[in-house]
């Protein structure tokens, strides 16, 4: 499977190819940490489809295809229904759609949990049916011997802690966490499990800022926040969040744009034209000749 944004331009609404481009790699971001901090923090966006990875492509290191599409994409109540097919199908137009960022696909609630072997099978599915250059999985210290199995066997892992939204169900919500000092150890404990088994970043997703901070000094590997902190190595929000898709965003969402008012304006206008019989108008009408 080529990683190379190829549309062809004759039959698709793709923009033309953009100059061919050496993508980034794994060990290019891990390689951004030195001495325990980065030089420039590192961008991720969320991306679920070929062309919103090309608009986003450009301007960011990596592209999460964060399973964050049940609820975005598919409207799903939580993330947990989420499949490995919906993954894969999403990462393989995200890979088609870009040419410079690392794409990272999320492993689906009940693909990696039981075993380093179900966890190996469920990624190199992912990333064979994709294209996409490494996984990401939720959970700390109880995962680090599935992210040293699969690292030592081809398959970069980015690790999750803090919030993690597959485990709402015994978490009870999606409310910061490591407020009390039993959590805030378990969950920089978790970090170090898994920068120690081979992650090559690790996401810290909801966690008070100290939190945030103390991993971003205590581990070697890129940390990257959402709803976190400044000071960790690189942030990532959901696409769709920060350009104002959605009237309720999490406090930690800072919105970028309004594109759900102008959609709506926009389509508004459509339906009043076409109610109106004034579209299609002669530019957009064929005429014998
Ligand atoms: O699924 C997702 O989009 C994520 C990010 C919010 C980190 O895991």
Do not use: W
């Not at 960011?60 to 939580?78: A, E, H, N, R």
């Not at 075993?115 to 939720?138: D, V, Y």
């Amino acid at each position: 499977m080529s990683t190379t944004f190829q549309l062809d331009t004759s039959t698709s609404r793709a923009n033309p190819t953009p100059s061919p481009m050496k993508r980034l790699t794994v060990p290019a971001i891990r390689a951004r940490k030195k001495g325990g901090a980065v030089d420039t923090p590192i961008v991720m966006l969320t991306a679920y489809t070929a062309r919103q990875a090309q608009l986003l492509d450009a301007h960011c290191d990596l592209l999460l295809v964060g399973d964050s599409l049940g609820q975005v994409i598919y409207g799903l109540p939580s993330t947990v229904p989420v499949t490995l097919d919906m993954m894969a199908n999403h990462a393989a137009a995200v890979v088609r759609g870009s040419y410079h960022a690392v794409v990272v696909v999320d492993m689906p609630f009940g693909s990696y949990e039981a075993s380093p072997h179900q966890a190996f099978a469920s990624a190199a599915r992912l990333l064979k049916e994709s294209g996409a250059a490494a996984i990401k999985l939720e959970g700390g210290a109880a995962m680090a011997d599935t992210v040293a199995f699969l690292s030592q066997r081809g398959i970069p892992v980015m690790g999750h802690v803090g919030l993690t939204p597959q485990a709402v169900n015994v978490l009870g919500g999606y409310g910061a966490r490591g407020r009390s000092t039993a959590e805030a150890d378990k969950i920089t404990g978790d970090a170090r499990a898994l920068d120690d088994a081979g992650a090559f970043a690790i996401v810290v997703e909801g966690v008070v800022e100290p939190i945030a901070i103390a991993i971003t000094e205590q581990v070697s590997c890129p940390t990257i926040g959402i709803g976190a902190s400044a000071r960790c190595d690189g942030q990532v929000l959901v696409t769709e969040d920060m350009l104002g898709m959605f009237e309720r965003v999490p406090r930690f969402v800072k919105r970028y744009g309004d594109l759900a008012a102008t959609i709506e304006a926009d389509v508004a206008r459509y339906a009043e034209e076409v109610r109106a019989r004034s579209f299609p108008g002669p530019e957009q009408t064929y005429q014998p000749k």
